[in-house]
């Protein structure tokens, strides 16, 4: 099972730098560029919308839900950095994907599915 996890890891980091090797031109909307990193990197266990999907492995945790409104009151801005750029549990990190500004813009796109904003 810990093989499994580890593939499927290396595999999404490998999507996550595709993405953002592919991603060129001017600047444009942060929050456009937020959202396609986040979709990138992150919508692909958490959803596109957010709200979690199925474990990537049988007998794993489902990823978070970010539109939980006790899930988005129970964190602090540092906290959802910090796992994104470390890692939780089984999701693994992407600190050495995003810049300090990109990972600001990545946690305003996770508050972003709070319904009670």
């Not at 595999?11 to 990138?40: I, Q, V, W």
């Amino acid at each position: 099972m810990r093989v499994l996890t580890k593939i499927f890891a290396i595999g999404t980091m490998a999507f996550a730098l595709a993405g953002a090797a592919c991603k060129g031109g001017a600047p444009g909307d942060p929050r456009a560029e937020a959202k396609e990193r986040y979709d990138s990197a992150c919508g692909k266990c958490h959803g596109r919308d957010g709200r979690g999907g199925v474990p990537s492995a049988e007998g794993l945790a489902p990823p978070r839900n970010f539109a939980d409104a006790t899930f988005q009151a129970s964190r602090t801005d540092a906290q959802l950095r910090d796992a994104v750029v470390n890692g939780k549990g089984q999701m693994p990190p992407f600190g050495k994907l995003f810049d300090e500004p990109q990972l600001t813009e990545i946690v305003a796109h996770i508050r972003s599915f709070n319904p009670k904003k």
